[in-house]
């Protein structure tokens, strides 16, 4: 097991900090450049980091308090580029397929997709790994899926941009929104996954049990109702407010399970 070093770690954990309020002031002064001087070559430089300013901030938090994980930051690194380069490339080949509109009952098959590509991220880095801890899943499962929620929100962002006839204030409302709800997304939704699957693994081998499979539909079924709330509810509610209150119940609930197996994890490691 790794050493446990209290003021070592305490030290780390303000890092994450750090990187949020540095990278907003950067992305704010950013923008601000953007609007008065109107270059577009400032565009590309504000869409990746607006896309990629709380997801990394949501991995380095959890990989801060790694002093009982044997995770590092190369393979934290590359879980978060496989799971967001890969995952996109896959949901983008697959979802075509089985979609043409996003409905209340499609959005289950866009969880069930989604869901299944980005753990892959975690399955190419983790198979050289030991692969027995739970916190080494939430770490690398957040990781995996905070890739996959920014590279998606880029993507988002330059859809807006060319449906809108190049309108920047839309592509960064869009990319903004997409940045501060991404915690009770992709991240957590995955983490969740991902740290069953390593609670139930051998040091060198994957176990896929009832409790695996219960954790992947669980992943599935918190992403599907997060998706799939704003079709149900479009024709009952007249307020968008309703919608959004919706949502963050069921990002609440993916938090709380995440922070159950977080403590879990912890107390199984020490």
Do not use: C
């Amino acid at each position: 097991m790794p050493k446990t070093d209290g003021s070592h770690s305490a030290k780390k954990r303000h890092y994450w900090w750090r990187i949020l309020l540095i990278g907003f002031g950067i992305y704010v002064a950013g923008l601000i450049i953007l609007i008065f001087t109107g270059n577009p070559n400032v565009f590309p430089t504000m869409t990746i980091s607006g896309s990629f300013l709380v997801p990394v901030t949501y991995v380095s938090f959890f990989y801060e308090r790694r002093h009982l994980s044997s995770v590092k930051m190369p393979a934290t690194a590359m879980t978060f580029f496989y799971g967001g380069v890969l995952g996109t490339l896959a949901a983008s080949l697959l979802e075509p397929l089985f979609i043409h509109s996003l409905t209340f009952q499609t959005a289950l098959i866009v969880g069930v997709i989604e869901e299944f590509v980005k753990i892959w991220g975690v399955l190419l880095i983790a198979r050289r790994l030991r692969h027995d801890s739970e916190l080494d899943g939430i770490i690398l499962g957040a990781a995996a899926g905070m890739g996959f929620a920014a590279f998606e929100s880029m993507g988002y962002a330059f859809s807006a941009f060319l449906r809108s006839g190049g309108s920047l204030s839309l592509s960064v409302g869009v990319t903004l929104l997409r940045g501060l709800l991404s915690p009770v997304g992709h991240g957590t939704w995955t983490a969740i996954f991902a740290a069953v699957l390593f609670r139930e693994s051998r040091a060198r081998k994957f176990r896929i049990n009832l409790a695996v499979f219960a954790a992947y539909f669980t992943a599935v079924a918190l992403h599907w109702l997060w998706d799939g709330i704003p079709g149900l509810l479009s024709h009952l509610v007249s307020s968008g407010v309703d919608i959004f209150i919706a949502q963050m119940v069921v990002g609440a609930a993916g938090l709380f399970i995440l922070w159950r197996r977080w403590k879990e994890a912890l107390s199984r490691q020490r």
